[in-house]
């Protein structure tokens, strides 16, 4: 679950970059294209004013594109802000923005043959998202786009004889065409990137889990330990939680090494694991070194957990091996609740004392801190 997390905000993060990228780009298109019309509308009147027509040039170059560019991108800013949106949405939205300002420009400002092929940048600029859907529905798009658009490059007078005007639609062809190929290649490359990225980043989660873990027992061991009792110190100054604390230790487990042999004591270690690990959460149980255990709650109740380690402490002492069939190995336990002011130190402490008192009292039993 948290790697999944930790991927998803890394994905949120690198397409939320380039939402906003792709958005700012759009909209200094749109008012460079404006600007540019606005100036040539004033360059026309000057040469040539009987001949031009003031209120079609007005409406065909300036206020329908420019009507149709700000609206899109007036529509996708409110869009990219909502928290309700999903990713992938905002992905399709702000790449249908830039399209349309690059259709625009391919439909209403072909002035040059170039222009007819804007919708091209579009393809390939939004390829950065990965998603073959999107690059679908642009380049079903772009086909009534560039038809359009060669249309009325062809009824422009300025654009040159008939058959200079096919070879260019052709070649526009063309042109969009490979664009499409190339496009798709860097969609694919781009989603097999991630998925290296993905798997490099499992297998250094995986290292690192390696670390957190003691090879003998497979519990946590005393690094995931400090990292969980610090995380939960904290999360207690912010929240309202009952965290415990148990401190388990084996009895006379040193008789045990000197009598039978470390490897014999290695299989006594390694059965208060498997008895901890199924009756708590993995990520509540710690070898915190030795024949010394901790269970970790961040949030629960005394009642409960005495019923839990009294369940382990009885399981424990009812373990039969094979090198000592006729003897029981037991353990003692102190349990400490936090209280206000305790670092980890202080609280392991506590937890420390209650246990010191159990092994003085006979051993085989549990004892809860009485925080003053």
């Avoid at 009147?45 to 170059?61: H, P, Q």
């Avoid at 422009?156 to 063309?174: F, R, W």
């Avoid at 090494?257 to 901890?276: F, K, P, Q, T, W």
């Avoid at 102190?334 to 506590?350: L, M």
Wanted: proline content about 2%; overall charge positive; aromatic content about 14%.
């Amino acid at each position: 679950m948290e790697l999944e997390r930790s991927f998803s905000l890394y994905r949120e993060s690198f397409y939320s970059r380039w939402q906003k990228n792709i958005l700012n780009l759009s909209i200094i298109v749109a008012f460079v294209v404006l600007g540019i019309e606005i100036f040539t509308f004033h360059s026309l009147l000057s040469v040539a004013e009987k001949e031009f027509r003031k209120f079609t040039y007005i409406c065909a170059r300036i206020v329908i594109p420019s009507g149709i560019n700000f609206g899109t991108i007036l529509v996708t800013s409110f869009i990219l802000k909502s928290r309700k949106v999903k990713t992938e949405r905002k992905n399709f939205m702000v790449s249908f923005c830039f399209f349309m300002v690059c259709s625009v420009l391919s439909v209403f400002h072909n002035y040059f043959q170039i222009l007819l092929l804007s919708t091209c940048i579009s393809l390939l600029l939004c390829s950065i998202f990965g998603d073959t859907r999107i690059l679908k529905i642009q380049v079903h798009l772009i086909i009534p786009i560039f038809f359009i658009a060669s249309i009325t490059f062809w009824c422009d007078k300025l654009t040159g004889i008939p058959i200079y005007k096919i070879l260019t639609i052709i070649c526009a062809i063309a042109f969009i065409s490979f664009t499409y190929v190339f496009a798709r290649a860097v969609v694919i490359s781009q989603k097999d990137q991630l998925k290296y990225i993905r798997k490099i980043y499992e297998r250094q989660n995986e290292l690192v889990e390696e670390l957190r873990i003691d090879p003998l027992t497979k519990l946590c061991n005393r690094m995931a330990f400090n990292e969980t009792i610090s995380r939960i110190i904290n999360l207690k100054k912010d929240s309202d939680i009952s965290p415990f604390i148990v401190m388990m230790d084996i009895d006379f487990f040193k008789k045990v090494n000197d009598r039978y042999g470390h490897i014999c004591g290695d299989e006594v270690l390694v059965s208060l694991a498997n008895i901890m690990r199924s009756n708590v959460s993995t990520r509540k149980a710690f070898r915190f070194g030795g024949e010394e255990f901790i269970l970790l709650f961040e949030d629960d109740n005394q009642e409960r957990i005495v019923k839990i380690v009294e369940k382990i402490r009885q399981e424990f002492s009812e373990k039969v091996y094979d090198f000592a069939p006729d003897e029981s190995f037991t353990i003692s336990a102190g349990i400490s609740a936090w209280k206000e002011g305790f670092d980890d130190k202080k609280w392991i402490e506590w937890a420390d004392k209650a246990l010191y008192f159990a092994k003085e009292n006979g051993r085989d039993q549990i004892k809860i801190a009485e925080l003053k």
